[in-house]
């Protein structure tokens, strides 16, 4: 499966970008799929899952009420919709597929990784 994420950008705190992470095709297994995000310098860090049907969510607490991740599995896509943006959330975005249908906040439940694409909040 290969994953490419797009949407990321340049935006000022406070402002709003949705990330999107296209699958090249389905997976055989009601796989759940989540987004991560890298500071400069720092290690990959889990933000947010879905599972499978999309009625399952899970997030970091850091984007509580800012970031929501929603899925159409018609299209085999997930979003990412962040809002109140803020400077820490300056990272660069990978979306990941999971390796079975159970949320996961660890990298290694998750088996197949898109490229990345940069967010940078200004402040």
């Known amino acids: 499966v290969q994953l490419q994420a797009s949407g990321g950008g340049l935006v000022q705190a406070g402002g709003s970008l949705r990330l999107s992470c296209s699958a090249s095709?389905?997976?055989?297994?009601?796989?759940?799929m989540g987004w991560f995000r890298q500071a400069p310098g720092k290690e990959r860090t889990f933000v947010a899952a879905?599972?499978?049907?999309?009625?399952?969510?899970t997030y970091t607490d850091s984007v509580k009420g800012r970031f929501t991740i929603s899925r159409d599995r018609s299209k085999n896509t997930v979003y990412l919709q962040m809002d109140s943006l803020k400077p820490e959330d300056t990272a660069v975005y990978y979306c990941?597929?999971?390796?079975?249908?159970?949320?996961?906040?660890?990298?290694?439940?998750?088996?197949?990784w898109g490229q990345g694409t940069q967010v940078t909040v200004s402040s």
């Open positions: 879905i599972n499978w049907t999309g009625g399952d969510t």
């Open positions: 095709r389905r997976t055989s297994s009601n796989n759940s």
């Open positions: 990941a597929v999971g390796r079975g249908s159970y949320l996961s906040t660890q990298r290694a439940s998750y088996n197949y």
